[in-house]
């Protein structure tokens, strides 16, 4: 039976005036799906108390936070929604990256919290119809989650949006979702969660253009506030997360325990240094203070920052191990593990252009053909002309070092299974370009057993998903997908007789980063990769045409990097280098440790402690 008097009371009861921590450690409580629970607090999360509070104040508002991953982000969001939907009730939409993350987070995450929240699930709607995963429908407003897609951004007007990790979103699907708030530009919310982004794109922009207020630690030892960074520039200046020089062998190498174990803190200022245990992160976090806001802020718009060192205090052994293997894992060719470490754990934006380096000439000492104790496969790669063919053979060792081979031109396809033959490949390593003259080279391939490639632009290279759901970006993908079942079948429109196979699989390559890549390997930023001291000079030449500049996309600014050929020379076999990588990769040779660019100040910094 209707309740009039407790639907009365419920209609006309006033908003509820407290900050909004406060409301939330008296009517929240935290599940199963938390590592902490019982009764909501802020006591390990102090830097998310000033972003709720802000969020809980009248009036319009946008909020960009940057935090690590695991930092406390998501709950910010999450403690916010359950407020506003008992104090300032209206349309609320959750855009995730995906439709995936969407229904993901509805099911894990969402759902559970407001059900746990007494004030929330009092309005929870009677007909089950009007509850589904992804969409609430209370009597007094709606909430929904959904993905950030052109579709569903350009849908219904919007009081309330929370944007979840933005830098995943596609380029000015931002902007287009700030326009459904328009109708509410009085009294809307625009929450924007992230970790660390890119340089000049939509999410950095956003907090640039804020209040830009930083988390700080507070020293217990010489009582002034610092903001917590990793490094504080060379090894021996003071401040930053240090670890012992013991650690390092004779040879070089890490031990990993020791570096856990002996991992501190250490206060700019003067220079105290703090254990990595949850006690000494309580104490310095406990101040709860961020840094003043910035005096060129845009109205209404506030910017919020913390990184793993507040977040993760206790673990920063760990991080710091993490962080080594980053900083091994370049010398290697892998530039992503520290991209990771800089978005995911300093919750900084990744910045992709350097200055540009003098390619140094990286001759070995051996002669083309020479034998090689440690190779493990060799590749040909051949860049198709209309008239000729331009070819590269390298050889790699299992740990991803390479040396040429052989480097020159062809004049004819059966002149390309000669050489070949000759250099002893096989046919399943090798790969010719199918980016022009599509159909000859696939039907060259079918009829001999080799691969076709193409290179595309794909900047951030293509999105797989590894064991455990870890999202990361990897520089080839076969077309249709890595799985043999799953890759596409290229068939030629018109098969030899006597082909192999009857058709070919192609192999999809990005451009920009095994461009990067090979410029990595050739300025010796990038460890194992050599030429002959005999290499052909139209080698040298071709490679050496390839410059590198700069442009400005757009109305926002931001600079990217472009790969240009100068000269008369051309650039056929820079092609069939970056194709060798792809084909390393795709082997597994450089699986993980592929070149890509990385900050200048902290390639150059190698080892950030003292």
């Known amino acids: 039976m209707l309740n009039l008097e407790s639907s009365y009371c419920r209609a006309f009861t006033p908003r509820d005036e407290r900050e909004l921590d406060e409301w939330a450690r008296e009517n929240i409580k935290v599940g199963a799906w938390s590592p902490w629970e019982g009764d909501f607090t802020t006591d390990r999360t102090p830097w998310i108390v000033e972003p709720l509070r802000v969020l809980g104040r009248p009036g319009p508002r946008r909020m960009t936070i940057l935090g690590p991953a695991a930092g406390g982000k998501s709950t910010i969001g999450e403690v916010f929604l359950a407020w506003l939907i008992d104090n300032a009730p209206g349309f609320a939409v959750w855009y995730a990256q995906d439709e995936e993350a969407a229904k993901e987070f509805a099911e894990t995450r969402v759902q559970r919290f407001l059900g746990s929240c007494e004030k929330v699930s009092r309005w929870f709607p009677a007909n089950r119809h009007m509850k589904r995963t992804q969409a609430i429908h209370f009597p007094h407003m709606s909430f929904v989650i959904q993905a950030a897609n052109l579709g569903n951004v350009q849908s219904k007007h919007i009081r309330h949006m929370i944007c979840d990790e933005t830098h995943l979103w596609t380029p000015g699907m931002l902007a287009a979702a700030h326009k459904r708030t328009t109708r509410f530009a009085h009294n809307r919310t625009i929450l924007e969660l992230s970790t660390g982004s890119l340089e000049g794109d939509e999410t950095e922009q956003a907090w640039n253009q804020g209040t830009k207020q930083r988390w700080q630690l507070f020293c217990v030892k010489c009582g002034t506030y610092h903001v917590p960074r990793w490094s504080f520039g060379r090894a021996d200046t003071p401040g930053g997360v240090k670890w012992s020089q013991a650690a390092k062998r004779k040879d070089g190498v890490w031990n990993f325990r020791i570096v856990e174990e002996t991992t501190e803190y250490e206060c700019p200022n003067c220079s105290a240094r703090y254990a990595a245990n949850a006690s000494n992160g309580y104490a310095l976090n406990a101040h709860e203070q961020y840094t003043a806001p910035a005096d060129d802020a845009m109205p209404n718009h506030y910017s919020f920052h913390w990184n793993c060192i507040a977040s993760e205090f206790s673990k920063l052994g760990e991080i710091a191990v993490e962080y ?137 290279g293509y999105r797989k998903q590894r064991p455990g759901g870890r999202a990361v970006f990897e520089v080839c993908m076969f077309s249709g997908g890595d799985e043999r079942h799953l890759r596409n079948k290229m068939y030629p429109a018109q098969p030899k007789s006597g082909s192999a196979q009857r058709y070919c699989e192609l192999l999809l390559v990005s451009e920009t980063r095994t461009a990067e890549a090979l410029h990595l390997f050739r300025t010796g930023r990038a460890e194992g990769w050599s030429n002959a001291k005999d290499t052909p000079q139209e080698h040298k030449n071709q490679l050496a045409s390839v410059v590198s500049r700069y442009r400005e996309i757009g109305k926002t600014g931001r600079k990217v990097r472009e790969w240009a050929t100068i000269g008369k020379h051309g650039n056929h076999l820079w092609d069939c280098e970056r194709y060798q990588i792809a084909a390393a990769v795709m082997s597994g040779i450089l699986r993980e440790r592929v070149p890509s660019e990385e900050n200048q100040q902290q390639s150059t910094n190698e080892q950030h402690t003292g």
């Open 324 to 460: 080594l293997q980053a900083k091994q894992a370049i010398k290697r060719g892998d530039m992503s593990l520290l991209q990771e470490f800089t978005q995911k754990r300093l919750a900084e934006a990744w910045v992709d252009q350097l200055p540009e380096v003098e390619t140094i000439e990286l001759s070995g000492d051996y002669s083309l053909g020479d034998h090689w104790e440690e190779e493990f496969r060799r590749f040909m790669t051949i860049d198709v002309q209309q008239t000729h063919f331009w070819i590269v053979i390298r050889a790699w060792s299992k740990i991803g070092y390479s040396r040429l081979v052989w480097a020159g031109r062809a004049e004819t396809w059966g002149e390309c299974a000669d050489i070949q033959e000759k250099n002893g490949i096989a046919s399943s390593y090798v790969f010719a370009d199918a980016g022009d003259f599509t159909d000859q080279v696939y039907t060259e391939c079918a009829f001999r057993g080799w691969y076709a490639i193409k290179g595309e632009v794909a900047h951030q």
